[in-house]
């Protein structure tokens, strides 16, 4: 069973950026596809970005392209996301998940596995 642990959350000001890191165990992380997602209060959980196994493929929200970059360490069976030029709106509980499948994903019921959650909050 795959495991999936977020953490690099945190309170940030506006403009700030901080890096998340999702650490896998229990699986064949380098094979997986991999993706980020967020949840604010009230809303549904939405895309972030996602990168293919090897790394080569990505895709991003539209609300967040040039301010997010995703990146994949598979040596270490980690994630990451780099967030910078936060914004208030991008306040939310941010997921990471993996699908068996290696390649590129928007819809979160494609993927498999999923991270107990990190929050990002950012002030004004």
């Known amino acids: 069973q795959v495991q999936l642990v977020e953490s690099g959350g945190g309170l940030v000001q506006a403009g700030g950026s901080l890096r998340l890191s999702c650490a896998a165990s229990?699986?064949?992380?380098?094979?997986?596809?991999m993706g980020w997602f967020r949840q604010a209060p009230g809303k549904e959980r939405e895309f972030v970005a996602t990168?293919?196994?090897?790394?080569?493929?990505?895709y991003y929200a539209d609300s967040v392209k040039g301010r997010f970059t995703i990146s994949r360490d598979n040596a270490k069976n980690t994630g990451y996301l780099q967030m910078n030029s936060l914004k208030p709106e991008d306040t939310a509980v941010y997921y990471c998940?993996?699908?068996?499948?290696?390649?590129?994903?928007?819809?979160?019921?494609?993927?498999?596995?999923w991270g107990q959650g990190t929050q990002v909050t950012v002030s004004s």
């Open positions: 229990g699986g064949t992380f380098s094979r997986y596809g």
């Open positions: 990168i293919s196994w090897s790394g080569g493929g990505t």
């Open positions: 998940a993996a699908r068996l499948l290696g390649i590129i994903a928007t819809n979160p019921r494609e993927y498999n596995y």
